[in-house]
């Protein structure tokens, strides 16, 4: 008895050593202590002993088990030490959030702009008058308010411009024939070498019955869709 009891205080001692952090669901903690092992080896005695070994080996070498958890912290750690390094503050500058804010002078007049320029594009997307500080001849500072302030504006304007930039290339026509209710669809690739269009119908389960390439400029119309479809959905 006293030889079983001495087992399970050493068993019970190593397991509170390496106990590791929680992993994910794919993975559960072992009978010694919670030392990860996936579970289709959880019943094998041979994947116990080995577990037993390594949590030993663990204890002699002052080593705990790493989690996933660890590894993710890490992975997140460097993404955020990398944003800080692009990040810059100062009063006519401000890069954050994938943004740049920059205070210039307004060509239209005496007084100074910001323009808005997102991560990745040539152009801003927005530039707007900024305002005076107080001595009336220097701008305002950018703070991280104002920044705030402007990304949202900034970003509305993006939204929609790709609004009315999916309304210009995009055009759909709903056809009420004798059989059936067709949707004709007229999508523009605007390629600055082969600008075309593609003409589409589809039936009432959104599902494909006809496509081909039109011109750019095709209009599509009710009349021009139903003449398609009369044509059994010919070229035009």
């Known amino acids: 008895m006293t ?25 559960c903690p072992c009978f ?9 080896l959880k019943r094998s005695h041979t994947a116990r002993t080995k577990a037993t070994m390594i949590c030993t ?31 810059i503050h100062e009063a ?6 994938g943004w740049t804010a920059r205070v210039i002078k307004n060509d239209d007049d005496e007084g100074w702009a910001v323009e808005m320029i997102k991560d990745g594009e040539a152009e801003p997307a927005l530039v707007g008058p900024w305002t005076m500080g107080r001595d009336k001849k220097n701008p305002k500072p950018l703070d991280t308010p104002a920044f705030h302030t402007l990304v949202k504006t900034a970003s509305e304007v993006l939204r929609r411009h790709e609004q009315q930039l999916h309304a210009t290339l995009h055009k759909s ?22 600008p075309y269009a593609v003409l589409s119908a589809l039936d009432e389960s959104s599902d494909q ?21 009369e044509n059994e959905f010919r070229r035009p």
């Open 57 to 87: 080996l663990n204890r002699r070498n002052q080593i705990r088990p790493m989690s996933n958890d660890v590894i993710n912290a890490d992975v997140i750690q460097d993404d955020s030490e990398q944003n800080q390094k692009d990040s």
């Open 209 to 229: 019955i006809a496509e081909v390439r039109v011109a750019p400029n095709f209009k599509l119309t009710r009349a021009s869709a139903e003449q398609w479809i």
């Open 92 to 97: 006519r500058l401000w890069r954050d959030d």
């Open 32 to 40: 010694v202590c919670n030392l990860s092992i996936p579970r289709d």
């Open 3 to 27: 030889d079983k009891l001495r087992k399970g205080a050493s068993l019970h001692a190593v397991g509170a050593f390496c106990r590791p952090k929680p992993l994910p669901d794919s993975f």
């Open 173 to 194: 026509v709903v056809v009420n024939t004798a059989s059936a209710t067709i949707t004709v669809n007229l999508d523009i690739v605007p390629d600055e070498d082969d």
